[in-house]
């Protein structure tokens, strides 16, 4: 069984910064796509950001610049560091793991596996 838990959410300043992580449990093999998502209440899940099994690294245009995805070598762990924070980049977080084929990077109906979500707080 594959497990998300995301942690590192927290309330910050505009203009300050954040580090999610996301551990990753029961899964044999490090080399699968995973993706950072958030949720704004009333709002839709939108995608953050993808790292895809090859190691590439794919952003939506708010994230770029801002934000960037890592993952450690064991694969194990899943980073989203989030600079230059707005207001409205508050939101639950959600990690999410297994991209379903056809692939769509940001669709969030393209992923198997969720995290419970980390709640990040931007305040002016």
């Known amino acids: 069984q594959v497990h998300l838990v995301e942690s590192g959410g927290g309330s910050v300043q505009a203009g300050g910064s954040l580090t999610l992580a996301c551990e990753v449990s029961?899964?044999?093999?490090?080399?699968?796509?995973m993706a950072w998502f958030r949720q704004a209440p009333g709002e839709e899940r939108e995608g953050v950001a993808v790292?895809?099994?090859?190691?590439?690294?794919f952003y939506v245009d708010y994230a770029k610049g801002r934000f960037t995805i890592s993952k450690d070598n064991a694969g194990n762990t899943l980073y989203l560091q989030m600079d230059s924070l707005k207001q409205e980049d508050t939101a639950m977080y959600y990690c999410?793991?297994?991209?379903?084929?056809?692939?769509?990077?940001?669709?969030?109906?393209?992923?198997?596996?969720w995290g419970q979500g980390t709640q990040v707080t931007v305040s002016s």
């Open positions: 999410a793991a297994e991209c379903l084929k056809p692939i769509v990077w940001f669709n969030h109906t393209r992923y198997s596996y």
């Open positions: 029961g899964y044999t093999d490090s080399n699968y796509c």
């Open positions: 790292f895809d099994s090859d190691g590439d690294t």
